[in-house]
C-alpha cells in the first residue's frame, strides 16, 4: 500500500510472476485515477488511468482495479520482468482539476 | 519531439541564493505545472499555468514564482533559496486538464540541493 512515511512500501516478485501493487485514496468525491512508474532518476511516467463509473480497466499487461466503496485501487502487472523495476504511485483528481499523488510503492523484480 | 526537457538536472545553492528553473515542451500544450518531491511523499503542486500570460498557486508555493511568457516555455523562480526547498523538482504539461485522454507528460527533473 501507499505511505507518506521516508521508507516506501517494497513489493518484491520473481520474473514471470504477476504482481499488485494497491494504493488508498482519500476522497470519496475523486472522479479520476492514474497510475504511474518512475524509474531511478527519471520523471513519472503514464501507465494507465480509469475514470470512477468503470470498476475495471485493462492495458497492455496491466489492469487497474478501482473499489470506491472501500476507496482502493489497484495496478496488476502480469508476467512481470526485470524492466518493470521501479516505483509505483497512484493519484487522484477531485475538485474538478486538483491532484493528489501517492508516495509510492517500490517494485523490485528478481531475475 | 523532445517532449518536456528541463533545466539544469542538478544545482547546488547556498542560502540565500537565488535561482531559475526552465521548463520547456514541444507539444503545444495549454497547462503546465512545477511539482517537488520529497523523500517517501507524493508529488506535491507548487504552480501551475492554464496558458500563456496566466499562473496559479499550487498546494505549496511559498518561496516560489513562476512565469509563463511563451506557451512552450514555464519557469520557476526562486527568489532567496532555503534548506527546505531542496528537494527534486519536476515540470510537467498537458493539453488541456488531466483526465481522460488528456495524460501529463512530466520531464526528467531538477535535483536542487540548498545548503
Known amino acids: 500500500g501507499e505511505s507518506v512515511g521516508l521508507h516506501l512500501p517494497t513489493l518484491s516478485v520473481q520474473e514471470g510472476d504477476n504482481s499488485i501493487i494497491n494504493c488508498a485514496y482519500s476522497n470519496s468525491a475523486s472522479d479520476y485515477f492514474i497510475w504511474y512508474k518512475q524509474e531511478s532518476g527519471k520523471g513519472p511516467q503514464f501507465i494507465i488511468d480509469?475514470?470512477?463509473?468503470?470498476d475495471k480497466r485493462q492495458g497492455q499487461r496491466v489492469t487497474v482495479l478501482l473499489n470506491k466503496t472501500v476507496k482502493h485501487l489497484s495496478l496488476q502487472i502480469a508476467a512481470t520482468q526485470p524492466g518493470d523495476s521501479a516505483v509505483y504511485f497512484c493519484a487522484e483528481r477531485y475538485n474538478n482539476n486538483d491532484m493528489r499523488f501517492g508516495a509510492g510503492t517500490r517494485l523490485t523484480v528478481k531475475p | 519531439n523532445a517532449g518536456v526537457t528541463q533545466t539544469p538536472k542538478f544545482r547546488v545553492l547556498k542560502t540565500g541564493q537565488s535561482m531559475t528553473l526552465l521548463c520547456a515542451q514541444d507539444?503545444?500544450?495549454?497547462?503546465m505545472y512545477w511539482y517537488r518531491q520529497d523523500p517517501g511523499m507524493g508529488l506535491r503542486l507548487i504552480h501551475y499555468s492554464v496558458g500563456e500570460g496566466t499562473t496559479a498557486k499550487g498546494e505549496v508555493p511559498d518561496g516560489y514564482n513562476v512565469s509563463r511568457l511563451k506557451k512552450q516555455n514555464f519557469l520557476l523562480g526562486l527568489e532567496s533559496a532555503a534548506p527546505s526547498q531542496t528537494s527534486v523538482y519536476f515540470c510537467a504539461s498537458s493539453q488541456d486538464r488531466v483526465g481522460f485522454n488528456n495524460e501529463q507528460f512530466f520531464g526528467p527533473g531538477t535535483r536542487l540541493t540548498v545548503l
Open positions: 507539444m503545444n500544450h495549454e497547462y
Open positions: 480509469i475514470r470512477s463509473n468503470m
